[in-house]
């Protein structure tokens, strides 16, 4: 079955410290990865996003994220967080070659709390 | 800017009283979706529009429907909304590029509260 693990509900870190966000993913094939955040009572705005070439991919608000094949995961990690940075973070795949449909199936998301 | 826009952002409806979500888009994007999150869970696909073709998720009750008259807008309709049905409403759209897609833009949402 397609599925993707975020084992991480809760997580909190300190302002400045490093964060990584775990993400683990069963599928057939190799499929297109994905990192959202959301804000409470707002829409998913896209982190970053992994179709191929370099396994480490970065985006915006400091993020990267890095694709390992060999264990079906897709970790994002930020250096120094930011307070700024509490937020909900999904992880999420989606087929690639089915005509090019972003039909995600997300992780279950992490609420990432920042101390000041 | 382009965008994806959803109306209205807040919706309280009745139980069993038929309720419309509009979406809408300035992308020119051909495929449209919506998906359902409840409270602290992963938004859950229910349909997508790929240009006029309708395409349901299996497992998407018959009291969820949807309708694009045209490439801008996308309209979820339910029938009678149950307590169950409360949830937030994301649409997204996405561009098909050959065997490609581009990744998915989500709107804002519409929260959905049934009394």
Same mark, same amino acid.
């Given at each position: 079955a397609q599925s993707v693990t975020q084992p991480d509900i809760h997580i909190t870190v300190s302002e400045g410290a490093s964060l990584e966000l775990r993400c683990n993913y069963s599928y057939g094939a190799t499929p297109y990865l994905f990192w959202y955040v959301q804000s409470p009572g707002q829409g998913l705005q896209l982190l970053l996003k992994y &179709? @191929? $070439?370099?396994t480490l991919v970065q985006g915006i608000k400091g993020f990267e994220a890095e694709f390992k094949r060999s264990q079906s995961s897709f970790n994002l990690r930020k250096p120094s967080v930011h307070w700024s940075d509490a937020a909900e973070y999904f992880c999420a795949v989606g087929p690639? &070659? @089915? $005509?090019?449909?972003?039909?995600l199936i997300f992780g279950a998301g992490t609420r990432l709390a920042v101390h000041p | 800017d382009a965008m994806v826009i959803q109306n209205p952002r807040y919706q309280v409806t009745q139980f069993g009283k038929p309720v419309t979500l509009s979406c809408s888009q300035?992308?020119?994007?051909n495929v449209m979706y919506w998906y359902q999150q409840k409270s602290s869970q992963a938004p859950k696909l229910l349909f997508h529009y790929y240009d006029k073709d309708f395409n349901n998720e299996a497992?998407?009750?018959?009291?969820f429907q949807s309708r694009r008259p045209n490439t801008s807008f996308c309209f979820l309709d339910i029938r009678s909304p149950g307590l169950g049905d409360a949830a937030m409403y994301l649409c997204a759209t996405s561009s098909v590029q050959g065997v490609r897609g581009t990744e998915a833009f989500f709107g804002q949402g519409t929260r959905l509260t049934v009394v």
């Open positions: &179709f @191929s $070439g370099d690639r &070659f @089915s $005509g090019g449909y972003n039909k | 300035t992308l020119n994007h497992d998407t009750p018959d009291n």
